[in-house]
């Protein structure tokens, strides 16, 4: 199932009536990547008045606001990723106490905000699954192989075994892209081809 995220590892940093806002977001693989790159950042900034954090991977959406008052860092970090349909992807926004308190609805706003301009920096990707199979034809059907497979978007070739009855060709694709591959490939050499 594709899905989108952050397209680059991004730091950015903003001066808030005073008080440092580092922001950092990153592509994380899964929950235990997220807490390994959140302890690698809070080891960056051992001084750091505040390092309030979110990740979503998958259906786990978890934050935290380090200190700051409930609510006023984590969840609308969170709320950042869901708007813009993120995934596997954590953001730390590091904060430098600067003398002047901002209330709630400014902490919300500057943690929200540095956040939102770093993944703005970080730009998005879409992700797709790959999978790969074996394409098995006869050597009869080789050409129409060879002009499906070179009109398919995305798709990689292998290295081709040949044996005495025709090709073995392993291919890579995107997996929702497998079900109409195998059909068009049926289609294409009478039935004689076959994605396994």
């Known amino acids: 199932m594709p899905y989108r995220t952050v397209a680059k590892t991004h730091t950015r940093e903003e001066v808030v009536k005073g008080s440092r806002f580092i922001a950092f977001v990153t592509r994380v693989e899964n929950a235990q990547d997220a807490v390994a790159q959140l302890g690698t ?3 960056q900034h051992p001084d750091a008045t505040h390092n309030p954090w ?3 991977v998958g259906a786990e959406l978890r934050g935290s606001d380090d200190g ?3 609510g ?5 970090m969170l709320e950042v990723f869901q708007k813009r349909e993120l995934d596997f992807v ?3 926004v590091t904060r430098y106490y600067g003398g002047t308190k901002l209330g709630a609805g400014g902490l919300v706003r500057a943690y929200s905000g540095s956040l939102a301009k770093a993944l703005d920096a970080a730009g998005v990707l879409t992700v797709r699954e790959t999978v790969t199979r074996t394409l098995e034809a006869p050597f009869s059907e080789l ?4 002009r499906l497979l070179d009109g398919w978007v995305g798709l990689r070739k292998g290295e ?3 044996t005495a009855e025709g090709m073995r060709l392993p291919v890579t694709l995107f997996a929702d892209d497998e079900a109409p591959l195998s059909a068009a ?3 294409a050499t009478r039935g004689e081809g076959a994605l396994n």
Do not use: I, K, M
């Open 41 to 43: 950042v809070r080891s």
């Open 54 to 56: 979110a990740y979503r």
């Open 68 to 70: 700051e008052p409930g």
């Open 72 to 76: 006023t860092a984590g969840r609308p």
């Open 90 to 92: 954590l953001g730390v």
């Open 143 to 146: 050409n129409a192989v060879h």
């Open 160 to 162: 081709a075994d040949y």
């Open 185 to 187: 490939l049926t289609e």
